[in-house]
């Protein structure tokens, strides 16, 4: 029986499992992705809870399965441009960006070695810089250079395509356009993190010690831009004392009227990071309510007699502007006391924004208040899954991911 191809729009966990699915089930798979590497924001991370093992391990079992089969073709640094059609023949027209490095690299780095322009690296939120050619991280899938045009020298330079002895850098490249026929759509461009200086008051951005969640993540992960050390980013000290400050702009109608539900998980699992390096340190959350269900229970509970839980809404962040400490303002909930706690450094848990708030499917595809693709989408055939339907955490993701799969392949089979 001769299947539609099913084009998965979107690299990370949610569209690697969608993609390997639908292909070990027989169909043809496409997958587009905007970044230059395939593992979205779980290559990110640090460790998964409640097991605390590195998602390396789970994305390298993904992409071994991508290699040895046939059926899926991926496209990095691409986008989608139009869909057209209906359920079971949609017209895709896909936009193949430059990357200026063919097939043909090796990832010897030889290129680096020469490059004289630097960049933002923000695959670590902006903590260190590569230089202009760069390898996304060190387990990058696929394995190869790319050019950041914005910083790239140019021509002009060319100090790169002198030092590559295999002929992979091309300067000239340009971006192009071309069209997939397929089946089904599985949606799958995942989350942002909201933006923290929109809570003024925390004082990120202004603050050189208050970081987010996800920097927190990258800061811990050894190939991170501190090689795993949890440092003050003022001077670089070891951390002594930290607070975790949930519901950062979440749960509240002047920002993420939503609950994200993962935050409160994630930020007991990076005070397990701070405890592993120095046992000795303070690690204090101040939350509103702890939303830990199901499974997810005992690692709270375990977590939480190793650091100061603090019920409250914390009020303020300010800082000595001379030592660069923190103190945090809040009102126990349970004591009723304000409290002024000082601290090296303040994480805050912000939430998860769906990409499609800032980037909609180019089709007619219905959306919640909040910008999350909705479960009944209305454009039979494309399908959401992932993070652009609600917050979720990677288990649950990959479950969300598979039933995406399905529906996708009912939709090829049914016309």
């Known amino acids: 029986m001769a299947y539609k191809s099913i084009l998965v729009v979107g690299g990370g966990i949610s569209g690697l499992t969608a993609a390997v699915e639908a292909s070990e089930a027989g169909h043809e798979v496409y997958m587009v992705e905007q970044k230059p590497y395939l593992g979205g924001r779980?290559?990110?991370?640090?460790?998964?809870?409640?097991?605390?093992?590195?998602?390396?391990?789970?994305?390298?079992?993904?992409?071994?399965?991508?290699?040895?089969?046939?059926?899926?073709?991926?496209?990095?640094?691409?986008?989608?441009?139009?869909?057209?059609?209906?359920?079971?023949?949609?017209?895709?027209?896909?936009?193949?960006?430059?990357?200026?490095?063919?097939?043909?690299?090796?990832?010897?780095?030889?290129?680096?070695?020469?490059?004289?322009?630097?960049?933002?690296?923000?695959?670590?939120?902006?903590?260190?810089?590569?230089?202009?050619?760069?390898?996304?991280?060190?387990?990058?899938?696929?394995?190869?250079?790319?050019?950041?045009?914005?910083?790239?020298?140019?021509?002009?330079?060319?100090?790169?395509?002198?030092?590559?002895?295999?002929?992979?850098?091309?300067?000239?490249?340009?971006?192009?356009?071309?069209?997939?026929?397929?089946?089904?759509?599985?949606?799958?461009?995942?989350?942002?993190?909201?933006?923290a200086k929109r809570v003024d008051y925390y004082g990120y951005g202004q603050h050189q010690n208050v970081i987010t969640n996800v920097i927190m993540e990258r800061m811990a992960a050894h190939n991170g831009p501190t090689r795993g050390k949890i440092v003050r980013p003022s001077d670089g000290k070891e951390v002594e004392s930290v607070a975790f400050v949930q519901c950062a702009g979440s749960r509240d109608e002047n920002n993420l009227p939503y609950c994200s539900g993962v935050c409160c998980m994630a930020s007991l699992k990076q005070a397990t990071y701070v405890l592993a390096q120095n046992p000795e340190a303070k690690v204090s959350m101040f939350y509103i309510d702890v939303r830990a269900m199901g499974k997810y229970e005992d690692f709270y509970t375990k977590v939480q007699d190793s650091i100061t839980m603090i019920k409250g809404k914390v009020g303020e962040i300010t800082e000595d502007p001379l030592t660069k400490d923190l103190y945090v303002q809040v009102e126990n909930q349970v004591t009723g006391e304000m409290m002024k706690e000082k601290v090296d450094m303040v994480v805050l848990a912000t939430g998860m924004v769906p990409a499609t708030a800032g980037s909609e499917v180019p089709a007619a595809i219905a959306y919640d208040e909040d910008g999350f693709i909705a479960t009944d989408s209305q454009q039979p055939g494309i399908y959401g899954t992932g993070c652009v339907k609600k917050p979720l955490d990677v288990a649950s993701a990959v479950r969300d991911a598979t039933a995406a799969a399905i529906k996708a392949i009912q939709s090829t089979v049914r016309r």
């Not at 994305?59 to 209906?86: S, Y």
């Not at 330079?157 to 300067?171: F, M, P, Q, S």
């Open 42 to 195: 779980v290559a990110q991370m640090n460790q998964y809870f409640p097991k605390l093992c590195p998602p390396n391990c789970g994305l390298e079992i993904n992409f071994k399965r991508i290699k040895q089969n046939p059926r899926i073709k991926f496209f990095t640094v691409a986008e989608i441009e139009k869909i057209e059609g209906e359920e079971g023949d949609f017209t895709v027209t896909v936009r193949a960006n430059a990357r200026y490095v063919n097939e043909n690299c090796t990832a010897c780095g030889k290129c680096v070695e020469v490059c004289p322009a630097e960049r933002s690296n923000e695959f670590n939120y902006g903590l260190d810089k590569t230089k202009a050619i760069y390898k996304a991280h060190e387990f990058a899938f696929p394995m190869k250079y790319v050019i950041d045009d914005k910083a790239c020298l140019g021509a002009e330079c060319g100090k790169c395509v002198t030092a590559c002895e295999y002929g992979a850098i091309e300067l000239d490249m340009t971006a192009k356009s071309f069209k997939l026929n397929v089946g089904a759509i599985i949606w799958a461009t995942g989350w942002e993190p909201y933006d």
